[in-house]
């Protein structure tokens, strides 16, 4: 029979085994609460208190990252598909709203009366009543030439001026731009429609400081009554307009004594027939 060797007591080793279950407890609190703790009665060594210290440390980290995940907006991608707030009006729908940036001036409206300063000139052949009208167009521009001057680029003989396209070319060839246009009335009288485009083209060129030519031919009677008869052909000038254009004042070259009346649009239009004007 084999008895049981009393070893004697080693304090020693006691001692280690305790340490190794105190290291484990400090790892144990180090990762839960983040700090080490250690026993001021219970005796370590120093290799094992640097390692327990490192492994809190890392703990403690973790912890921190793990708070700062929580803290922290969602991620990058839940941000990215999140839609943004839609703007209340975007920088091009305001720019488009602002009148001053894509309205358009509006023109100013035309007056209802307005009479041209000229310079009354007579004709001084009986076929220059062409080159006479044109003059007296042009002095409303504060152009003034002679007759002779412009019965040469008018072309005009002892016939006569030829038509109103002629007019038109010689008058924007001075003025020095294209305002001018030929109105042709074809037909043995004017229609409704050819009466309010007259109307509105003397409203357009006496608005805007310019005299308008036409060419008549036959009869026809002023406001006041007074007869005026040219069955070969005349040229006057539109010199002025009242009641928004539907009554004009001529400036007519063939009478000094008579040198301007009043003439409705419609009558003016209706002697105008087969004939023409330049407004």
Aim: aromatic share 6%; with cysteine; charged share 15%.
């Amino acid at each position: 029979m084999k008895y049981p060797v009393n070893r004697p007591f080693n304090p020693f080793r006691a001692r280690r085994s305790y340490q190794v279950a105190a290291a484990a407890a400090v790892l144990v609190a180090a990762s839960t609460a983040g700090a080490l703790l250690t026993n001021p009665d219970t005796p370590v060594r120093q290799g094992d208190t640097v390692a327990a210290a490192a492994e809190a440390n890392r703990s403690a980290a973790a912890s921190r990252d793990l708070e700062r995940t929580a803290a922290s907006p969602a991620s990058p991608s839940a941000v990215a598909t999140t839609a943004p707030a839609t703007p209340s009006a975007s920088p091009t729908a305001t720019a488009t709203a602002d009148p001053d940036v894509t309205a358009k001036p509006t023109p100013p409206k035309p007056p209802a009366s307005k009479v041209l300063d000229i310079q009354y000139q007579a004709q001084t052949t009986y076929y220059y009543c062409g080159p006479a009208a044109t003059r007296i167009a042009l002095t409303a521009r504060d152009i003034v030439r002679t007759q002779d001057d412009l019965a040469q680029r008018l072309n005009t003989t002892e016939a006569g001026t030829n038509s109103a396209e002629d007019t038109t070319r010689v008058l924007n060839a001075l003025v020095g731009k294209d305002f001018y246009r030929t109105r042709m009335i074809s037909g043995g009288s004017a229609t409704p429609a050819q009466m309010d485009r007259l109307q509105a083209d003397v409203v357009r060129a006496v608005g805007s400081g310019y005299a308008v030519v036409v060419n008549i031919a036959g009869s026809a009677t002023d406001v006041d009554g007074g007869w005026h008869s040219y069955p070969g052909g005349h040229y006057l000038t539109v010199v002025g307009y009242r009641d928004n254009g539907r009554t004009v004042k001529i400036s007519d070259p063939a009478n000094p004594a008579a040198s301007s009346y009043w003439m409705t649009t419609i009558d003016l239009a209706n002697w105008a027939a087969t004939r023409g004007y330049s407004a």
